[in-house]
C-alpha cells in the first residue's frame, strides 16, 4: 500500500541524525518505512503562511469553521480528495459568493484522517450551508455498516463571534502546537 493510502498505525524512530522516520506497526506492511516526518521548521513556515493568507482573506463574520469527519479510518489521499471534490464540485458551483476556502487536513489519534475548512463569503454565510456540506460529504466518503456514529460526528458547523476566536482556531490547525 503507497503511504499516502496507508491508514494503519505508525511508530516514530528517531536516526542518529535527528530526523524523525515514520515505520509501520502490524500487518504485512510491519517494519516498512515511509519516509521522512516534515521537518518542524517546514511544518511551522507552511502553516503561518496559510495562515496570513487566510487573515487577509477572510472576514470572520462572513466565515465559519467546518470539521469533516469520517465513519472509519480513512487514508490521507482519500480524505483530501473528498475534500477537494466537496470544494470544487458542491461549494463552488453551488455558491456564487464563496469568496475562499481554506483546507487544514488533521489525523485522528489513532491514525485515519479528517479536516478542517475555513469557508468564506463575500456577503452572508448561506442558510442552506451546512445540509449542502453533509449531504454532499456523505456521498463522498467510505460508509460504514453498523457505525454508532451519526450525521453530527460527521460535520459539525461553526461560525465565528470575535476576530480573536477565529484567531485561535488557526492557531489550533497549527501542526506544530502541543
Known sequence: ???????????????????VYKIRVGGEDEGLVD????????????????????LKSCDYRKSCEIVLGTYVKQSFASIKKAVSRL???TLSAKYPNLKATFKFAEPYEKNGWHA???????????????????????KRIVPSTGSLKT?????????????????????????TSK
Request: aromatic share 16%.
Open 1 to 19: 500500500v503507497p503511504d499516502y493510502e496507508y491508514i494503519g498505525e505508525y511508530d516514530l524512530q528517531y536516526a542518529e541524525d535527528g530526523k
Open 35 to 54: 519516509g521522512v516526518c516534515k521537518g518542524y521548521e517546514s511544518a511551522r513556515a507552511s502553516w503561518h503562511a496559510k495562515k496570513m493568507e487566510c
Open 116 to 138: 478542517h475548512l475555513i469557508i468564506s463569503f463575500y456577503d452572508e454565510i448561506p442558510a442552506d450551508l451546512y445540509d449542502t456540506i453533509l449531504s454532499s460529504w456523505k
Open 87 to 89: 470544494i470544487k464540485r
Open 151 to 175: 450525521d453530527k460526528h460527521l460535520v459539525v458547523m461553526r461560525t465565528f463571534s470575535s476576530f480573536d476566536e477565529f484567531v485561535k482556531v488557526l492557531d489550533y490547525l497549527n501542526p
